[in-house]
């Protein structure tokens, strides 16, 4: 039996990971859009992180 949280799931960060995309594209610094969005710089940084990993994969 397993407790917790499973391995990969990111829950506020996929919740808020639309809305802060579109905040750092507007030009908002990863600090305003946490304050915002009312979650961590690093949470902003690491939406904004696998988006490019995700955006540097796809080829094209």
Request: aromatic fraction near 4%; hydrophobic fraction near 40%; charge should be positive.
């Amino acid at each position: 039996m397993r407790f917790g949280r499973q391995p990969g799931q990111r829950v506020k960060a996929d919740r808020h990971q639309k809305r802060a995309l579109e905040l750092v594209a507007a030009g908002q610094s990863y600090r305003e859009v946490a304050l915002r969005l009312s979650i961590s710089k690093n949470t902003v940084l690491a939406i904004v992180k696998r988006d490019r990993a995700k955006q540097a994969a796809i080829p094209g």
